[in-house]
């Protein structure tokens, strides 16, 4: 079982920057390709970022490039998403997800991913 758990949310003015964070268990969590998926009252649960495991490569939403940024440590099994320009359409949970034995380019189905954490609240304000 992998267990995700996310932190960094807030309530920041249009324009601000968030960090968020998503400490993630498990003992191969290199391989595991991450990904960050908001979630607004009402609404599905898009794709915002997502990065491969050993190699690092980063893919991003039409609607976040640019202002957001992925990265991820391996070495405390925790991955970031660098927020900037933020906009009050931003606000949502902000849930992080780990997809197991992925190589290659980082999935953006919701789908792919095989665990999921509880989410961290991120709210933009006009």
């Known amino acids: 079982q992998v267990q995700l758990v996310e932190s960094g949310g807030g309530l920041v003015q249009a324009g601000g920057s968030l960090r968020l964070s998503c400490v993630t268990s498990?003992?191969?969590?290199?391989?595991?390709?991450m990904g960050w998926f908001p979630q607004a009252p009402g609404k599905e649960r898009l794709f915002v970022a997502a990065?491969?495991?050993?190699?690092?490569?980063?893919y991003y939403g039409d609607s976040v490039k640019g202002r957001f940024t992925i990265s991820r440590d391996n070495a405390k099994n925790t991955v970031y998403l660098q927020m900037n320009s933020l906009k009050p359409e931003d606000t949502a949970v902000y849930c992080c997800?780990?997809?197991?034995?992925?190589?290659?380019?980082?999935?953006?189905?919701?789908?792919?991913?095989?665990?999921w954490g509880q989410g961290t609240q991120v709210t933009v304000s006009s």
């Open positions: 990065m491969s495991g050993r190699g690092g490569m980063p």
């Open positions: 997800a780990a997809a197991l034995g992925r190589i290659g380019v980082p999935p953006s189905g919701r789908s792919a991913y095989d665990y």
């Open positions: 498990g003992r191969t969590f290199r391989s595991y390709a």
